[in-house]
């Protein structure tokens, strides 16, 4: 079953990013302008999640909050605040009146949508800021870095050398494969990041101009990032070639007399 997002926000552009992130991962979202109408659309559709503009007029994010807090049912369905980098946020008074969490604008939906599905899942929204683990501990047996769980024993008989050698030629395939994919994503994330930067820097703007803004970048990021992606594809590929002939053994050379 598909969960119910209620946003309350009155800039149509942050409307448009938000419900086309969250639609496309399996969400309904249902929008109301401003706090008034977010808090009777509340007790209408019960929503799973809250998000909010912090800076709303007659009635802000922090007071809508405060309203549901003590609506019948809803004490405790998780609320976010989207706040401007521009102003202060003040947090004692989230806590006071008990925003879940905050997200500054502008922001990239990819930012959102993880700290939306970390709160349903009953995880705190601080888990996405965790600490780095310490380096200069020793790892134990069952945490080993990377390169040592993935260590291969050396082949030990002629079955483990074949099974080797079928590896090693099978590798340009793979690297070839993981190349793809790679570039792959890294298009769809930067496309998504700049084109969500963008419409939300360009909030001022009117829809229409913002549509044309967002056109403009899906249509002409992909040429420009598949052009210099292709590029350092082409870089690896040539270095990989320079380091196998550089170890490939010389040709013996014919060395008999007439």
Same mark, same amino acid.
Request: charged content about 20%.
């Given at each position: ?180 994919? #790679?570039?792959?994503? +890294?298009?769809?994330? /930067?496309?998504? $990041? &700049? !084109?969500?930067? =963008?419409?939300?820097? @360009?909030?001022? #703007?009117?829809?229409? +101009?913002?549509?044309? /803004?967002?056109? $403009? &970048? !899906?249509?002409? =990021?992909?040429?420009? @990032?598949?052009? #210099? ?30």
């Amino acid at each position: 079953m598909s969960k119910t997002l209620l946003l309350v926000e009155d800039s149509f552009t942050i409307q448009q990013v938000v419900n086309s992130t969250f639609t496309a991962a399996g969400y309904q979202v249902v929008v109301a302008n401003d706090a008034r109408t977010g808090l009777k659309t509340l007790t209408q559709v019960s929503p799973d999640v809250v998000l909010a503009d912090a800076t709303m007029p007659e009635m802000d994010g922090f007071q809508l909050c405060q309203a549901i807090r003590v609506t019948e049912g809803f004490e405790l369905v998780p609320v976010v605040l989207l706040t401007s980098r521009f102003m202060s946020y003040d947090e004692d008074l989230a806590k006071r009146v008990g925003v879940t969490a905050s997200l500054a604008k502008p922001f990239d939906s990819f930012t959102l949508l993880s700290l939306v599905q970390q709160l349903l899942s009953g995880r705190p929204p601080a888990a996405l800021f965790t600490e780095p683990p310490d380096q200069s501990a020793e790892p134990s047996p069952a945490e080993a870095t990377p390169s040592q769980a993935i260590h291969a024993p050396e082949p030990q008989d002629e079955v483990s050398t074949a099974a080797a050698a079928t590896v090693a030629a099978a590798a340009p395939a793979a690297v070839d494969q993981i190349y793809q994919t #790679l570039s792959t994503s +890294l298009l769809h994330i /930067v496309q998504e $990041t &700049v !084109q969500t930067h =963008l419409v939300t820097l @360009l909030d001022a #703007l009117t829809p229409h +101009l913002v549509e044309e /803004v967002r056109s $403009t &970048v !899906q249509a002409k =990021l992909p040429e420009v @990032l598949e052009v #210099l992606l292709q590029q350092e594809i082409d870089k690896l590929k040539r270095a990989a070639a320079q380091e196998e002939a550089v170890e490939a053994p010389a040709p013996p050379s014919d060395s008999s007399a007439d």
